[in-house]
């Protein structure tokens, strides 16, 4: 009984990798937001559910697929967009901007599919991942990940992506060099979420639907994988962590999560708790370089007064 469970486990795997990637899509568009722009972006949660329902209904109106990936794209990318309006023209927090346009994006959503959820079956359309065909989708969502990587290394290389990196390490030095900061915020944003949007349609593919409440709770998810990722590649790479890697570990942070959570569901975790054990990893994982940082700290100034 206990191989069969465990065989269930290692069967669940495939599936967890392939959720994994293509909600990696997202946690980059987290790691841009939240990490380089340093700016506390809560549109995810709504960007992540309308690229879903234009991915679902474009598809279900008969456009081609790769089609409706670039308009959700650019539907994450307005939603972005307007966040960052919100915050450099009118001086609403980041946080408040945020959170404003989520709501807004909720009655949108609704708009959009007429109805709280709207179905979408790969027997009828041509989906480009489906929970069905999990190699597939594993394929597609490590091309998509090499390719958006790729593009993003080119970018924030190029003078326009050195003013968006300026920004979020120094606004006032940044300013000082005559970069517009209001500028580069609203790009990064509409960047980040416009890969949140792209990520929906992704995820709205494979799981076969767009619900008005899928993206509820993804920001945690996207917090979740970055610092995941973060901590296991400067274990692994420390110093020698580059901008590419940084997106590469915010993305596989994605995968180990969702392994994470199978497993843990294969453990008798009821699902109801999984946002709870959602937090408690993103918690963890932060607290994690502090805590190693204030104890190696202490141990630095205990040796130092041992040796004198």
């Known amino acids: 009984m206990v191989g069969l469970e465990i065989m269930d486990l290692f069967r669940a795997m495939p599936g967890s990798v392939a959720q994994g990637l293509i909600w990696g899509i997202m946690a980059i568009g987290v790691y841009i937001t939240f990490r380089i722009l340093d700016f506390a972006d809560l549109t995810v949660d709504g960007s992540l559910g309308l690229g879903g329902a234009v991915a679902v209904m474009l598809i279900l109106a008969g456009f081609p697929p790769y089609i409706v990936l670039i ?11 307007v966040t960052g309006l919100l915050h450099t023209l009118l001086g609403i927090p980041d946080i408040l901007a945020g959170i404003l346009t989520q709501i807004a ?9 007429g109805k709280a959820n709207q179905a979408v079956s790969v027997d009828r359309y041509d989906l480009i991942v489906s929970l069905r065909y999990i190699p597939q ?6 091309v998509f990940l090499v390719i958006i990587i790729a ?16 920004t979020g390490c120094n606004p006032d030095m940044a300013r000082a060099q005559g970069i517009s900061t209001n500028k580069a915020k609203v790009i990064g944003l509409a960047l980040g979420n416009g890969l949140v949007g792209l990520s929906g349609a992704l995820v709205a593919q494979y799981s076969g639907n767009a619900d008005v409440n899928m993206g ?22 420390r110093k020698r962590m580059n901008f590419a890697l940084r997106l590469f570990f915010a993305a596989m942070g994605a ?12 453990l008798g975790l009821s699902s109801q708790n ?13 607290a994690v370089p502090y805590l190693k940082g204030k104890y190696s700290t202490s141990f630095m100034k205990a040796a130092k007064k041992g040796g004198e």
């Open 216 to 237: 509820r709770g993804a920001i945690v998810i996207g917090l979740a994988a970055v610092i995941i990722g973060e901590v296991i590649g400067n274990a692994l790479f």
């Open 274 to 286: 999984l946002k709870l054990f959602s937090a408690i990893v993103v918690a963890i994982f932060l």
């Open 105 to 113: 994006l909720y009655s949108i959503n609704l708009n959009i599919m």
């Open 71 to 81: 308009v959700s794209f650019i539907s994450g990318l307005l939603a972005g967009l």
């Open 255 to 266: 995968v180990i999560y969702y392994l994470v959570i199978t497993f843990v569901l294969w």
């Open 137 to 142: 989708a594993i394929t597609v969502g490590a």
């Open 151 to 166: 593009i993003l290394y080119w970018f924030f290389g190029t003078e326009q992506g050195f003013t968006i990196r300026a």
